[in-house]
């Protein structure tokens, strides 16, 4: 098994033990991470299947750096604005997901977490 396929489960089963603690504030980073590790990921897959599949454009001249200008862009670039992409997605949908749980701590389930006691 591969170095990386050891990381990235690992950040995964970190990013779903994060998700399990049901605060808000948990819930966004882990859905945050596994949104820019899979946006990302998908984003350079496919950025390494273009380059390798795509037939390099024919230099004009000695100095052409089009085809390093390309894979800067697929393998760089593209990856890691769909890995923010992934952070506010994963973010937002943290947010949503919390608006229809109920309010309630996975520690404490009789108390009325987050509230403070109401003292009537």
Known sequence: MSFWYVV????????????????????GCG???????LLGGIAFGAGWY???????????????????????AWLLIVPALSALVGLVLGIRF???????????????????WPLPPQRH
């Open 8 to 27: 990235i489960v690992g950040i995964v089963f970190f990013s779903v033990l994060i998700i399990r603690l049901r605060s808000r504030w948990y819930m």
């Open 50 to 72: 273009y380059l390798s599949h795509h037939p390099a454009p024919r230099p004009k001249h000695d100095m052409d750096w089009s085809g390093a200008a390309t894979a800067i």
């Open 94 to 112: 943290a947010y949503f997901l919390v608006g229809t749980l109920p309010d309630e701590s996975p520690s404490k389930p009789d108390s009325d």
């Open 31 to 37: 859905f945050a991470l596994l949104g820019a590790i």
